[in-house]
T-cell receptor
Framework: GAGVSQTPSNKVTEKGKYVELRCDPI?????LYWYRQSLGQGPEFLIY????????DSGLPNDRFFAVRPEGSVSTLKIQRTERGDSAVYLC??????????FGPGTRLTVL | KQEVTQIPAALSVPEGENLVLNCSFT??????LQWFRQDPGKGLTSLLL?????REQTSGRLNASLDKSSGRSTLYIAASQPGDSATYLC?????????FGPGTRLSVLP
């Protein structure tokens, strides 16, 4: 595709529910990153994929958060038992060789 | 642990002024530094990428410099325009991931 796409653009859920956020990177980009951004702050790193494997998942806040990239392209961020504190914009970025990152428009998650 | 700060947090200037945004980082062992702009409610748009071996990069009215030894980068915007109003973020690549600063919110007044 022309750029990084993310779906849905907005997600409203209730506390305790399970959500999945999808990221479709730029075609051919082997590196994929997930970030979380709260209002007025810079993006906070969550996880980095190189190909199909998670090369660095040190930013995942706890075991309720999990991400996959089974075929080395599309990635899904999964959040179990959502909490109000999980409300944020979730951003995905891709790059070629770990250099310049290109970001998607983000998914705004609201947990009621 | 890498920490990135940006000064000022917010800046308001009249149209036409030249301005400088600052980014500081605590660990000089970086691979590269990238500047982004973010419009309200939108994702990040890449502006400039500086590799650790480079001193500066230019794109149009934008010029970014990097002084790795002192842990600083500056983004210079020449002849500012109202369309430049946005939040500007810097990010440094340390190891496998990127660490972002909190951003500088810029308003250019017509």
């Amino acid at each position: 595709g022309a750029g990084v796409s993310q779906t849905p653009s907005n997600k409203v859920t209730e506390k305790g529910k399970y959500v999945e956020l999808r990221c479709d990177p730029i075609s051919g980009h082997t590196a994929l990153y997930w970030y979380r951004q709260s209002l007025g702050q810079g993006p906070e790193f969550l996880i980095y994929f190189q190909g199909t494997g998670a090369a660095d998942d040190s930013g995942l806040p706890n075991d309720r958060f999990f991400a996959v990239r089974p075929e080395g392209s599309v990635s899904t961020l999964k959040i179990q038992r959502t909490e109000r504190g999980d409300s944020a914009v979730y951003l995905c970025a891709s790059s070629s060789g770990g250099n310049e990152q290109f970001f998607g428009p983000g998914t705004r998650l609201t947990v009621l | 642990k890498q920490e990135v700060t940006q000064i000022p947090a917010a800046l308001s200037v009249p149209e036409g002024e030249n301005l400088v945004l600052n980014c500081s980082f605590t660990d000089s062992a970086i691979y590269n530094l990238q500047w982004f702009r973010q419009d309200p409610g939108k994702g990040l748009t890449s502006l400039l990428l500086i590799q650790s071996s480079q001193r500066e990069q230019t794109s149009g009215r934008l010029n970014a410099s990097l002084d790795k030894s002192s842990g600083r980068s500056t983004l210079y915007i020449a002849a500012s325009q109202p369309g430049d109003s946005a939040t500007y973020l810097c990010a440094v690549r340390t190891g496998q991931n990127f660490v972002f600063g909190p951003g500088t919110r810029l308003s250019v007044l017509p």
